[in-house]
């Protein structure tokens, strides 16, 4: 089992910066490829983000450019940069993990999930 807690959502202005992180509880957790998926009011959850145990990294096109994944394997955690913000990036922002290295773009290949955290961008 591990348990996800995400932290650093909150208010942004438009073209600002926000960075997110994510506490993984399994001391495994350097095998797990971690994700960030988000989902906004009225819509399905999407992939946003995933990186494997030894740094590669997959990006949804939305936000290729703007957001950069990076993990720190002593410390659990795995971390969103998020760059460029756009209101169209608002949304509950999900940490999620699974075990093995495929660069997963499904909510379905995930095994754990955070209980997310909100990021507003104002215009």
């Known amino acids: 089992q591990v348990q996800l807690v995400e932290s650093g959502g909150g208010l942004v202005q438009a073209g600002g910066s926000r960075r997110l992180s994510c506490a993984a509880s399994r001391r495994t957790f350097s095998r797990y490829t971690m994700a960030w998926f988000r989902q906004a009011p009225g819509k399905e959850r999407e992939f946003v983000a995933a990186?494997?145990?030894?740094?590669?990294?997959n990006y949804a096109n939305s936000v290729k450019g703007r957001f950069t994944v990076s993990r720190d394997n002593a410390k659990n955690t795995v971390s969103l940069q998020m760059s460029s913000l756009e209101p169209e990036d608002t949304a509950v922002y999900y940490c999620?993990?699974?075990?093995?290295?495929?660069?997963?773009?499904?909510?379905?290949?995930?095994?754990?999930w955070g209980q997310g955290t909100q990021v507003t961008v104002s215009s």
């Open positions: 990186i494997n145990w030894i740094g590669g990294t």
């Open positions: 999620a993990a699974r075990n093995g290295g495929g660069l997963a773009l499904t909510t379905a290949s995930y095994d754990y």
